[in-house]
């Protein structure tokens, strides 16, 4: 094999996307878990955590630069190079919405939640195994199971809006809910627009393997 | 990049060669698009010098040569029965590896394809057309009779060897490794120049330089031991080749 340097740069650029990926997980369950038990220690912690998030997003953007420019990449390296660059910065994206749902726990203080939360977490495990499929798609190069990953954002979305409806229900019917309410609505929402930037990363997965750049959120309309 | 219907300027139909008993083609089935830069790719050995030299038909001249299928010119089998090898290489120029100037002023170096061919007009004229094509006039233009060949650069005596070749007003050229005796700087001049030489002429080119045919080409064929392996646009070939050989020759996981 030639090459070996450049390989074994590759592999570990690889395992930094699949590690930064681990710690967003990490970052939304965190995050959830705060939420459910109202626990703003835990919340604060997740929210100063993002600022590792950004770094180690720059600092993989910083070795694909470095790797384009030194080692002139071909076909599928070029594919992986770019791909990680937007991964990493669909990952760090999905680090702001956890964070933002950390800081919402923070500004609800220990006012007591005004519905048990059933769907939100129900939301947030969809989205951290969607994400765990997804770079585990990624590393095996397996654009099947990205494409089936992807294709669970369905799920999340039913969720979302049935969250809506219910906490519409419940600021119809008791208007003092409003203000948590909303904050709960933010809370899903965030977790749906992570679910969308999860497609995003299949999206790339997909063009690592085949080579071709595919709305994964347009095809099932 | 290419009109789909336009008919190829040059092809080659099952095309093989040998060196005596050696088989140097396999069967090498390809269309060059016209006025657009076409690299052949591929490592040492492949076949890709031999390839461009079937183009005009420098093989020639080493003896034990043998080839069957075809090469054709504008439709026109350049090894059929009555072509003039000197007529094919009028309407299809090659420049070399090493820039190889005359030992003779400027003017004359450009002006040579014209006098044998008894070009009747205006030679100074012509000189200087091509001088212009090549990038090269305002370099030269004050010492046109004084300077010899020899008195370049090794770029601008490369530049000079493509408006030696372009005097004579061929519709393609042919580039066999044209920047591969030159500093970075030069290379980037040729580069440069291929690309707009090719709004007027067919360019073939062959490169080792994998960047450069990434660069400068709009297709590209990659070969290897004597067999074309992939032909297609640039941009596929370089970022989503078909073949596992092309990827791993282009990825540098070669061998």
């Known amino acids: ?221 | 990049m290419s009109d789909p219907g336009a008919p190829p300027i040059l092809s080659t139909r099952a095309f093989s060669l040998w060196y005596g008993s050696h088989q140097a083609l396999f069967q090498v089935t390809l269309d060059i698009a016209a006025r657009q830069v076409t690299a052949i790719i591929g490592p040492s050995g492949c076949g890709k010098s031999t390839l461009i030299r079937a183009f005009n038909r420098l093989n020639d001249l080493i003896p034990g040569v043998r080839t069957s299928g075809e090469v054709l010119f504008r439709g026109e089998e350049i090894y059929g029965r009555g072509v003039d090898p000197v007529d094919v290489r009028r309407h299809i120029g090659m420049v070399f590896q090493k820039p190889n100037p005359f030992p003779k002023s400027v003017f004359e170096n450009v002006a040579f394809g014209l006098r044998i061919n008894g070009f009747r007009g205006n030679l100074a004229e012509r000189v200087e057309r091509a001088l212009q094509q090549a990038a090269l006039w305002d370099e030269v233009k004050d010492d046109l009779h004084r300077k010899t060949g020899y008195d370049l650069s090794g770029g601008q005596q490369q530049r000079l060897c493509i408006a030696r070749a372009l005097a004579v007003a061929p519709e393609v050229l042919l580039m066999d490794e044209p920047c591969s005796a030159l500093d970075p700087i030069a290379s980037a001049k040729i580069e440069d120049l291929i690309r707009e030489l090719a709004r007027s002429v067919t360019v073939v080119i062959v490169t080792h330089n994998m960047q450069q045919a990434a660069r400068v080409s709009n297709w590209t064929a990659f070969m290897l031991l004597g067999e074309l392996v992939e032909f297609g646009p640039t941009r596929e070939v370089f970022t989503r080749p078909t073949d596992g050989r092309t990827e791993a020759y282009i990825t540098g996981r070669f061998g």
């Open chain 1, 1 to 221: 094999m030639v090459r070996e340097a450049f390989e074994h740069e590759l592999r570990a650029l690889e395992g930094e996307v699949v590690a930064l990926g681990a710690a967003v997980a990490e970052a939304v369950r965190g995050a959830i878990s705060a939420l459910r038990t109202r626990d703003a220690a835990l919340a604060e912690r997740v929210n100063r955590a993002d600022d590792d998030l950004n770094r180690r997003r720059f600092e993989l953007e910083e070795q694909c630069l470095a790797l384009l420019a030194t080692q002139q990449p071909m076909a599928s390296d070029l594919r992986v190079l770019t791909a990680v660059l937007h991964i990493a910065t669909d990952l760090e994206r999905m680090g702001d919405h956890a964070a933002g749902v950390a800081r919402l726990v923070i500004r609800m203080g220990d006012e007591p939640l005004v519905k048990p939360l059933v769907d939100i977490p129900r939301m947030a495990d969809l989205v951290v195994s969607m994400l765990d499929e997804s770079l585990s798609a990624f590393v095996r190069r397996d654009a099947g199971a990205a494409r089936r990953a992807a294709a669970r954002d369905d799920e999340v979305d039913a969720l979302h809006d049935q969250v809506h409806r219910e906490l519409f229900l419940l600021m119809i019917q008791n208007p003092s809910t409003i203000t948590q309410a909303t904050y709960l609505m933010w809370a899903s929402h965030g977790l749906e627009r992570i679910a969308d930037l999860v497609t995003n990363v299949c999206e790339r997965v997909v063009f690592v393997v085949e080579g071709v750049l595919e709305d994964l959120n347009q095809l099932r309309g």
